[in-house]
């Protein structure tokens, strides 16, 4: 017959595996519980102390209960100082709402002169928006250097002259002053390699500091990590998908943070709004388009010759396409630029000329001299079934838009992993009729 185990005043003792027999130890704990539940616990603390790491000798626990104050410490008067933060920052947020905003939406400080000497000079401004109940609200807090640029800082309307490791100060040297309305930043919300820039009055912007541009960067470094371009191209595809294009795109407008490339000078991108379909001026390099892009997205512009040119506002939502690949052209430019080593590359781009000039047709960069370059940067960056349409935007995106209904985005056709398909796909080109 079997034995009945009385189990209502001893907890069951659980083995390693529910199938494992007891063994001597549980059996024993098991008999000792049977004498005392108290003496039980206390043998299986004394017993768990056996195992559990112990300092070797007395001065170690000394050290220890010591750190173990010092770090409460530390804890408690880290809340401190929070809370005083707090109070003061609740304080300071108060004025800044209460001082009216100028056109621009913005509260500047006088410049600092505190107790921290690396801020003294420095000028805050605030972004102030007016949510649905018309409370207001700050949106961006950020302050102008007080340090120039070691060498000039300059694109052809701008040019930085006050700069650090997190703000950049801008000034208008060529052009119109900013619109207002430049400070509506709605579309880029989310993205994270876009560096906007905030007008904090007509002829001064503000912009986080994006790292090196990478035309500079270049210079010194022959090459750069392709995976750095991912998160970037990502963020193209946002915009794409709520119809802004940078239009723009160019090594010069692109820096390097270490980790990103990140898309600078967006201020006069194109935003086709279906409901108000107006679009506004911009500005586009000529070495990173073709004449055909040109002649739809600027039908105006063989009358001029200059670098840079702009549009008027023009009723356009039919361009979508254009703009698209217009600007996945300029982004293939850059990147292949800046991911190839310098002799590859001056043998693709400058053995020909590149870039739209007045009296030439030019359809793109690809052609049939420099194709066999262009087919091993594709075949090391690009999904395989996505090479012939990257092969089609570099030698005629305007041909390509034209034709493909519904074309993938560039962020779903690039490979940033590495090519592991390398032997896989070269009979792919010498089917291909590229
Ligand atoms: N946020 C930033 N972070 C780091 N460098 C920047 C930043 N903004 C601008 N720069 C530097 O300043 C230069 C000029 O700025 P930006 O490109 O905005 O001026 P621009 O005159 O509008 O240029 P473009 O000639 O392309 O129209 C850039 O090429 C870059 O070197
Ligand atoms: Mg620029």
Known sequence: MQKTVNTTNSPAIHHHTPTSKPNKLSRFLKALRKVSNDICTRFVDLFRCCFSKTPKNPQGQAKIDENDRAEKLEKILQKIS???????????????????????????????????PEHIGRTYHFQIKKDGQN???????????????????????KSIDRIDKKFVRLKIVKGDSF????????????????????????????????????????????????????????????????????IDIKLANLTYDGKNVNFIDVDNRVRIDPKKPNITKFNITLYYTTT??????????????????????KTDA???SYFKVSDEYAFLLAMIIATSKKDDLKRAFYGRN????????????????????????????????????????????????????????????????????????????VNSSM
Request: contains cysteine.
């Open 82 to 116: 929070a809370r005083k933060i707090q109070q003061y920052y609740r304080a300071h947020v108060k004025r800044v709402k209460e001082a009216p905003p100028n056109d621009y939406g913005i509260v500047s400080s006088q410049p600092y002169d505190g107790t921290k």
């Open 292 to 313: 055909k892009l040109l002649r739809v997205l600027i039908p105006d512009f063989f009358g001029d010759g200059s670098g840079s040119f702009s549009l008027g506002p």
């Open 354 to 429: 590149v870039g739209v000039k007045k009296n030439r047709e030019f359809h793109g960069v690809m052609n049939n001299d420099n194709q066999s370059y262009f087919r091993n940067w594709i075949q090391a960056h690009v999904k395989p079934k996505f090479h012939s349409n990257i092969a089609s935007i570099l030698r005629d995106p305007y041909e390509y838009a034209q034709k493909s209904s519904n074309p993938p985005y560039l962020s779903d056709m690039l490979l940033f992993k590495g090519s592991m398909l390398k032997g896989v796909c070269r009979n792919f080109w």
């Open 135 to 157: 409370q207001k609200k700050i949106l961006r807090v950020m302050y102008s250097p007080t340090k120039g640029p070691d060498s000039p800082m300059e694109g052809g309307f």
């Open 179 to 246: 619109r207002k309305e430049i400070n509506n930043n709605d579309d880029l919300e989310g993205t994270s390699t876009v560096i906007l820039g905030i007008a904090v009055d007509s002829d001064t912007m503000i912009a986080r500091f994006g790292g090196d541009s990478l035309s500079d960067y270049l210079q010194n470094i022959s090459s750069i990590n392709p995976a750095h371009f991912e998160n970037a191209v990502k963020d193209l595809q946002t915009l794409h998908k709520r119809n802004t294009y940078l």
């Open 318 to 320: 039919e361009k979508k």
